[in-house]
């Protein structure tokens, strides 16, 4: 393989264009929670700081989260938190050489997409009925 | 000019992920537990959790862990889609200094819990 058929590879990466293979939904995914995470840092060490503060300020952060725009806001960093978590432990799995083949990795990458989301739905539903864990 | 890097950084910065990526998981299920083993959740419940020395250091080394593994997965971002080199630079430091300070607030909250 010589520089110049290098150099014109096709330079083709508009992602609304491409038709991702469930993998790289997940792999973006993974980019995109973990992007979000990290930016959120500050306002998360506020939040643990307001949080162990006094007890007022632990029923702010409490009260903030428990209803409305508040909850999905939550909601929005436990899917970013476990889709992180999920698609990470998958990542690691192919370090290790474990799941490499094409229809192992399809798998795992449709079981970390789906538990990420039915977990999120399932704390979601419980901290609707019984106000906050 | 002095090449800004090495060769062996990339390997440095691959390890590193994944050895914060593994203390952060281990610390988050150590958590969890503590956390639905301390019954429903109140200000005074909450606050006990952090009030053992091995909470605020591994709180800390957790802190330490996520804060290099975001500036590593940021790093790999920007290297994908900020291609002026002194934006780019400029993005790195900022975001050291900025997860720095995180640390050092970090130190300040887990320790003013008695």
Redesign the interface.
């Known amino acids: 393989m010589n520089r110049q058929m290098n150099r014109k590879r096709p330079f083709f990466l508009n992602l609304l264009v491409i038709r991702l293979p469930i993998g790289g939904v997940v792999s973006i995914l993974h980019?995109v929670s973990?992007?979000a995470?990290?930016l959120l840092?500050?306002v998360l060490?506020y939040l643990?700081?307001r949080?162990?503060?006094?007890?007022a300020d632990?029923?702010a952060v409490a009260g903030f989260f428990s209803g409305g725009f508040g909850w999905l806001i939550g909601l929005g960093l436990l899917w970013a938190l476990l889709h992180h978590?999920l698609a990470?432990?998958r990542h690691?799995g192919f370090?290790f050489g474990l799941g490499e083949g094409r229809d192992r990795a399809r798998q795992t990458a449709w079981l970390s997409l789906a538990l990420a989301i039915a977990l999120t739905g399932l704390i979601g539903l419980s901290t609707l009925s019984g106000g906050g864990? | 000019m002095r090449h800004v890097g090495g060769a062996h950084r990339g390997l440095d910065m691959w390890l590193m992920q994944?050895a914060s990526?593994?203390y952060m998981?281990g610390f988050?299920v150590v958590f969890l537990v503590l956390l639905l083993a301390a019954g429903p959740?109140?200000?005074e419940t909450?606050?006990g959790l952090?009030a053992p020395m091995y909470m605020k250091v591994g709180g800390l080394l957790f802190?330490a862990a996520?804060?290099v593994h975001?500036?590593i997965?940021?790093r790999e971002?920007f290297i994908d889609y900020v291609h002026g080199l002194v934006l780019r630079l400029g993005l790195y430091l900022a975001f050291a200094i900025?997860?720095l300070g995180?640390l050092v607030?970090?130190v300040d909250?887990l320790w003013?819990?008695q």
């Open positions: 980019r973990g992007a995470l990290s840092i500050p060490l643990l700081w949080s162990l503060r006094s007890p632990y029923a978590f990470g432990l690691l370090d864990a | 994944r990526a593994l998981a988050l959740m109140d200000y909450w606050r952090f802190v996520l804060l975001a500036w997965g940021l971002i900025l997860y995180c607030w970090s909250i003013s819990v």
